[in-house]
């Protein structure tokens, strides 16, 4: 899940929420959402190897 923030950067949330926090994983922020998108289909890639 990708956020834009107030500061104009985009963040990357996990998909799943956490059980015992009941929120999202912070995956990182980046400035541009293409950047986030990239960095999402790295993270799906290597949750499989």
């Not at 956020?3 to 990182?28: A, C, H, V, W």
């Not at 959402?33 to 190897?49: G, I, L, M, S, T």
């Amino acid at each position: 899940m990708i956020r834009k923030l107030k500061s104009g950067k985009y963040r990357l949330y996990s998909r799943k929420k956490n059980p015992q926090t009941g929120k999202r994983r912070n995956l990182g922020t980046f400035t541009s959402r293409a950047a986030a998108e990239r960095h999402d289909r790295a993270v799906q890639y290597f949750k499989r190897r």
